[in-house]
């Protein structure tokens, strides 16, 4: 399970601290405080003093890790959910309201979920790339290139580990289908071509590719669910509730994106 207190680094709570408690000097011992109390720092993480500051002093987003910054926008998308009645749909042309907030509150009120979706997204803002060598049969190795963003390399890896291995590539599967729908559609509506996908491909309408990314997110999400590494991670319940509700986290995100992200997406994220 995803605890801020712990995972957040030193430098953003203090960040944190100084915004919200300028005059406390005492950095180790907030630093003390704030690492063995979860629930003081999720209440500072969804002050809206903390929002407003970063949007009125955009350059500080250097300042922060990816992690706070989308841990305080979760957080303040929630807020204004809960006094709106709607969301937004775009289009190439059109902004449509969809009365669907109080559906995607729902989803973001369950335990752990901004949590995920916060460290999610900081996730993909580096992308690694490495190599790895698997077996064939006996005697007969093969390098296999993976990259965080290539479902494919991720597909062929987890089927020749162990099952027990293959968690990490699932979730992260998963993880890529809900990241491209939320935060950059426009790479599935662009594309004229049939994309490559778990060694299949794709349709080339926009629409079906769209339902291909969301099938394989709950598939993979609920396949990484029932695995014993979810368990132990305490994932369990939060990787089932994300496949039961893709579409809703897909919509998370859209809005966040609507909201917060049209003009930073770009310097926030290497170009999928």
């Not at 979860?38 to 003093?49: A, G, H, N, Q």
């Not at 695995?227 to 994932?235: H, Q, S």
Request: glycine share 2%; net charge positive.
């Amino acid at each position: 399970m995803v605890k801020m207190s712990k995972s957040l680094s030193d430098s953003d709570l203090i960040f944190i601290s100084k915004i919200l408690m300028p005059n406390y000097k005492n950095k180790d011992k907030i630093l003390k405080i704030l690492r063995q109390d979860d629930e003081i720092v999720e209440k500072m993480l969804s002050d809206e003093r903390l929002f407003k500051y970063l949007a009125s002093n955009r350059d500080q987003y250097i300042n922060i890790s990816p992690l706070l910054l989308f841990a305080i926008l979760l957080r303040n998308l929630k807020k204004e959910l809960e006094s709106s009645s709607y969301t937004q749909e775009n289009n190439s042309r059109y902004s449509i309201p969809i009365f669907d907030s109080k559906n995607i509150l729902e989803f973001l009120n369950k335990e752990n979920m901004l949590n995920y979706l916060a460290e999610m997204l900081a996730s993909f803002t580096r992308i690694h790339s490495y190599s790895t060598m698997y077996k064939v049969r006996k005697g007969i190795w093969r390098r296999l290139k993976l990259n965080d963003f290539d479902i494919d390399s991720l597909v062929r890896y987890s089927r020749n580990i162990d099952e027990r291995l293959r968690f990490r590539p699932f979730k992260k599967i998963a993880d890529i289908c809900l990241f491209i729908l939320g935060i950059f559609p426009e790479y599935i509506e662009t594309h004229d071509w049939p994309l490559a996908f778990g060694d299949r491909k794709l349709a080339s309408l926009p629409e079906i590719r769209k339902i291909g990314f969301e099938n394989y997110g709950k598939y993979y999400y609920k396949t990484a669910a029932e695995m014993d590494t979810a368990y132990a991670l305490g994932l369990h319940r939060t990787l089932e509730d994300l496949s039961e509700n893709f579409i809703l986290a897909e919509k998370t995100l859209r809005n966040l994106t609507i909201r917060y992200l049209k003009f930073q997406k770009t310097n926030l994220f290497p170009s999928p």
